[in-house]
């Protein structure tokens, strides 16, 4: 590769016009970051052993725990891609669904409606629900059955701290009837409340761990730990931005002129970062660099970078 400090597909763009470099530099990209690539190493694993026998709930499975903008969801979706629905002559198999619990969720048709809607069946809409006046056991087995015919292994269940109230047992209870009835792994994903839920029942507390690569965490300067991660992350990310020589944004001088940068932005400092927050700034830092005609990220660079902070931020002020 002519440019050595970027990735194959980076490489392939830097010959490209200005503006494919910023589009370049303005999608997304999951980077494989040590808790991301651990998470999906041990989703695979997880999928394997259901895919060779069916008898998962004596396995153990996972959660992914974490406060908002940590990533969370990119995992997931990056699991998803990795296996993709396959539509075969009579039938869809959809090997990794997902669904969004909304906070509306408080009784089991609110639940089956979520799951319902990762199949996109109409069923999925709880109006509908209402207006047939269809029974919680007939939308069960639909679930069941869906799950079956499309051959679904692991689910995934984003926003699973709404699943909370005076029928968070009942719901709990639902779930391990569908898990073993159709044989599929759910996969919890919320914020750290999350954990609490899950510790309320014995037998989903053994199955759904809370491993220390799947609890994902805002970032600090202040432990040594995360600054790290902080780090691994900046020079992984660095590989996607198109520019033609190495900005080294993983030392220890410009990492640290980068948080300083973002919590300046966000204005007020609290020590921590997360993922969606640093993963804006690259962006817009890259854009800021393309379009200056510079060969790296300068000092410089970093600090006439500005954008509109994010009402997500661990430290934002904004309303």
């Known amino acids: 590769m002519k440019y050595k400090h970027l990735n194959q ?13 910023i589009h370049w530099a303005r999608i997304n990209h999951f980077i494989f970051h040590e808790k991301a690539q651990r998470s999906l190493d041990e989703l695979e694993r997880i999928y394997a052993a259901i895919n060779e026998d069916n008898n998962f709930f004596d396995k153990i499975g996972l959660s992914i725990i974490g406060n908002s903008g940590t990533g969370k969801t990119s995992i997931f979706e990056q699991f ?29 048709d609110g639940l089956y409606s979520s799951i319902l809607g990762a199949f996109n069946h109409p069923f999925g809409n709880p109006k509908i629900n209402i207006l047939q ?13 869906l799950m079956k015919e499309t051959h679904v292994r692991i689910f995934f269940l984003d926003e699973f701290q709404h699943l ?21 792994c759910f996969i919890p ?10 510790h309320s029942d014995d037998d989903l507390s053994r199955i759904w761990l809370i491993q220390d690569f799947s609890k994902l965490d805002f970032w600090t ?3 040594k730990d995360s600054t790290s991660r902080f780090r691994d992350f900046l020079s992984k990310y660095e590989q996607f931005l198109p520019l ?10 410009i990492s640290s002129i980068i948080f300083e940068k973002i919590e300046k932005i966000n204005g007020k400092k609290t020590g921590l970062t997360n993922l969606r927050q640093i993963t ?26 500005n954008y509109e902070c994010a009402s997500d931020s661990p430290t934002t002020q904004c309303e």
Request: with cysteine; aromatic share 4%.
């Open 280 to 305: 804006r700034f690259l962006k817009e830092v890259s854009v800021k660099a393309l379009e200056s005609n510079v060969n790296s990220i300068t000092e410089a660079i970093i600090n006439e970078t």
């Open 189 to 198: 994903v919320g914020m750290p409340t999350c954990e609490a839920i899950i």
């Open 244 to 253: 033609p020589e190495p900005s080294y944004l993983s030392s220890p001088s």
């Open 133 to 145: 006046r269809l029974k919680n056991e007939d939308l069960k087995d639909l679930i069941i059955y």
């Open 80 to 108: 998803v891609k990795q296996h993709p629905v396959e539509n075969r002559i009579s039938y869809q198999e959809i090997p990794v669904a997902y669904c969004l619990l909304k906070d509306s969720v408080t009784g089991t």
């Open 164 to 184: 909370k109230g005076k029928n968070k047992t009942v719901l709990l209870s639902e779930i391990k009837e569908i898990m073993m009835a159709s044989k599929v």
């Open 221 to 223: 300067l202040e432990d």
């Open 9 to 21: 597909d980076t490489n392939n763009i830097m010959d490209k016009s200005l503006s494919e470099k």
